[in-house]
């Protein structure tokens, strides 16, 4: 039997066949039977109004306008019902995802990358492509707004690869990647840390390779999530964490300003 959307306490073999032709349209079609008048739903089942009025009422309905609103009336909190569980579902999951990314965060790891971007030792930030070029971007131009000048954006491998053979050893080299295991970048990293380079690196909770050999790691927690091959895992905790670091960046070069005026 077909599953019956109509919230109707009524048994079906008290329907004949043609009774129970129009409610599987009806079941199959409530969208636009809602905005039909009786003569076009009559037409589209090849059945009289005589008809449909008569299974309008043996369902408990005055006629076919009250049946229409009845449809409008199961469709309109239908919608309401899974928007308002979706907008909920994902709230959950940002807080859940917040809040377990604020506990990861560890007051010293946060002094020590403060402590070496200020220090005016230039900083090559790798732009992998997609979707964390919006994250190399942001923090790019965060770092410049609060005074780092020596900030460069690496915008292809191959010129990420040129910096870390023609460098000086002491230059830092910061990596972002929602897994940590992204080959290019991973080979980068280590290439980077084998030439005496400082990495940061910006990943996942997961374990991941990025984060272990990185001189310094901040983790954020971000579940994975693909769409039709695609990786759409949102970035919401990247930029918190960027945001969170930015700030204590500032409060930080406040702190060393004070100090030198005093």
């Known amino acids: ?16 066949n043609k009774e129970l032709n129009i409610l599987q349209y009806i079941h199959d079609n409530e969208d636009r039977i809602s905005i039909m008048s009786i003569q076009t739903f009559a037409k589209e089942i090849n059945y009289s109004t005589s008809t449909v009025l008569r299974f309008c009422r043996k369902l408990g309905f005055s006629g076919f306008p009250e049946l229409k609103f009845f449809l409008r009336r199961q469709e309109e909190e239908s919608s309401k019902n899974v928007t308002n569980y979706s907008v909920q579902s994902i709230k959950k999951s940002i807080i859940t995802d917040l809040e377990g990314t604020t506990s990861l965060m560890n007051t010293e790891d946060l002094f020590q990358i403060a402590k070496l971007l200020s220090s005016n030792t230039p900083v090559y930030i790798h732009s992998p492509a997609g979707l964390t070029d919006i994250s190399v971007d942001y923090l790019e131009s965060m770092l ?3 005074g780092c000048q020596n900030i460069y954006k690496s915008p292809a491998a191959k010129m990420t690869h040129h ?3 023609t460098l000086d050893k002491g230059n830092i080299f910061i990596f972002i990647s929602s897994s940590g295991k992204f080959e290019s970048t991973l080979n980068l990293a280590k290439e980077a840390k084998l030439h005496g380079m400082i990495v940061i690196s910006i990943s996942s909770i997961e374990n991941n390779d990025l ?3 990185s001189n310094y790691n901040i983790r954020f927690f971000s579940k994975k999530t693909e769409n039709e091959g695609a990786d759409s895992t949102s970035r919401f905790c990247t930029f918190f964490v ?4 930015i700030e204590f960046f500032n409060e930080y070069k406040k702190g060393i300003d004070h100090e030198i005026i005093s």
């Open 242 to 245: 960027l945001s969170v670091f």
């Open 163 to 165: 910096y870390i053979q």
């Open 1 to 16: 039997m077909f599953p019956l959307k109509l919230n109707l306490n009524i048994p079906l073999n008290s329907l004949s």
């Open 211 to 213: 984060a272990e050999i």
């Open 144 to 146: 410049f707004i609060s």
